[in-house]
């Protein structure tokens, strides 16, 4: 067996450890005409930033961030007075330096020990010349829609430099591949969606091609971001995707939602930071969703994530308190069958909400004096006297225990539709309606199927003659 000379490993061992990446963090900044001022450095998270340190410049302009920890990779930014600031990459390599002019700070950055950076700075100067053009091309396009020659030549100028536009992305990409700045460019890259030929004698031929179009943008729309790497997390650029997806991309029924989410959650549960954010992501998404059918949504990412036990990140008492919201939402989703509703009446005659025999049935939860109630009966009342030979019921419940009160509004306001009365709430239907404040309304259809809920009055015209036309 060979040895190794003394003297090779005397020579080998300096260059291995230069090799080596510095621990901690320092990063120099001078600020030419600033001085005395705090600066700080701040990180992207999604959609909000945060400061994870501060220094303060010197008379000379001069200041070092620094810590014994090497920081999380992603896109930082040095905040200046007046929330002005400029972006650098914190990579691997977080020992380099930083100068520009107060002034005009992006025109005159420069970094030193950070190839990374410079090729940053490089890549964005280049990129937003390139919007520039691109802006000037479209709004050209604007301005000759109704010049036909005109138009085809700046609409064919304007594809032309769209794609040396993504060219440009891809070369910048395979110069620093893998480097952070390779992910980032990457995954601003548009799909490149396929131009499907369909059979001829397909039926419809354009709606199959917009159909298979939109399936693939829908299935391929994450291809250009790794969503194994951490890195992503520390840019505005992961959020906004998923906000793109989710918001305009998904065809905004739960079904279709929640299939996505399963497919999305598959993709990120390599790594545990990467699907906490984007479980914390959905989660926050559709909890404040105002589109009507989104709870179902969060139903689901309740029971598969949060009180799975996948969620280790939220405490028992959060989990307690989700899982009492869940209970609520759980038996009056959009498709379910409505639960029966048995109870007194002002006719003094016992009703069940199954027994009506009608195409609609309105759901109103009300009170005589809850003041939106007030403003909200009438308009109803107005609705039904219209409507009621028209396939349209109205089953109110009461959600007081004071039948005087109940009893008086109904006489005073001629209410003939059915007047539900159940004071001791022996039916639940705070619960199975999930009955927290009124007015509320829900929407069966004949087979008490649920098929709006929470709709004002005033939208329940429209939505009653959109349903009869596309689902009936």
Request: with cysteine.
């Given at each position: ?193 396929p131009d499907f030929n369909v059979p001829a004698g397909t039926h419809n031929p354009d709606s199959v091609k917009w159909v298979r179009k939109y399936n693939y943008n829908k299935d391929h729309f994450f291809d250009n971001i790794d969503l194994a790497d951490e890195r992503i997390l520390r840019t505005p650029i992961f959020q906004a995707r998923l906000d793109a997806f989710f918001r305009n991309v998904v065809i905004q029924s739960p079904d279709s939602i929640n299939r996505e989410i399963d497919k999305l959650i598959r993709k990120c549960e390599t790594n545990p930071k990467i699907f906490q954010f984007v479980s914390v992501y959905l989660f926050n998404h559709f909890r404040e969703s105002e589109i009507m059918g989104h709870d179902a949504v969060l139903v689901k990412l309740a029971d598969d994530i ?167």
């Open positions: 067996m060979k040895k190794l000379n003394p003297l090779i490993i005397l020579i080998l061992f300096p260059l291995i450890a230069c090799s080596q990446v510095k621990p901690g963090y320092e990063i120099r900044i001078t600020i030419n005409g600033l001085r005395d001022s705090s600066i700080y450095l701040a990180y992207h998270y999604g959609d909000k930033q945060y400061i994870t340190d501060t220094t303060r410049l010197d008379t000379k302009g001069q200041g070092v961030f620094s810590g014994k920890e090497s920081l999380p990779q992603g896109i930082y930014m040095v905040v200046l007075p007046g929330r002005k600031y400029f972006e650098v990459l914190m990579a691997e390599n977080q020992h380099f330096s930083a100068s520009c002019n107060h002034a005009d700070f992006f025109n005159t950055l420069k970094f030193s020990g950070s190839d990374i950076n410079s090729a940053f700075i490089d890549y964005q100067k280049h990129w937003v010349l390139m919007q520039k053009e691109a802006t000037s091309i479209a709004n050209r396009v604007r301005e000759n829609k109704t010049n036909s020659d005109s138009l085809k030549i700046l609409v064919a100028k304007q594809k032309e430099y769209e794609e040396q536009m993504k060219s440009y992305l891809r070369n910048v990409v395979k110069k620093n591949e893998p480097n952070l700045l390779a992910v980032l460019v990457r995954s601003m890259l548009p799909l490149e969606v949060y009180l799975s036990g996948k969620a280790d990140w939220v405490t028992q008492e959060f989990k307690d308190d989700l899982r009492k919201q869940v209970e609520l939402l759980r038996h009056n989703l959009i498709g379910m069958k409505a639960q029966n509703l048995v109870m007194d009446s002002y006719k003094g005659i016992f009703v069940a909400l199954d027994d009506i025999d009608k195409e609609f049935t309105i759901l109103y939860f009300w009170e005589p004096n809850c003041g939106h109630c007030k403003e909200a009966t009438p308009k109803l009342k107005a609705y039904y006297d219209k409507a009621r030979n028209d396939g349209i019921e109205i089953f109110s419940v009461c959600t007081t225990s004071n039948k005087q009160e109940w009893t008086k509004y109904i006489e005073d306001n001629n209410l003939t539709w059915i007047n539900g009365w159940d004071p001791n709430r022996s039916t639940h239907f705070d619960y199975y309606y999930n009955v927290q404040s009124t007015p509320m309304i829900y929407i069966l259809d004949r087979n008490k199927k649920i098929i709006a809920k929470k709709l004002s009055v005033d939208d329940i015209p429209s939505f009653i003659e959109n349903y009869r036309k596309y689902f009936r």
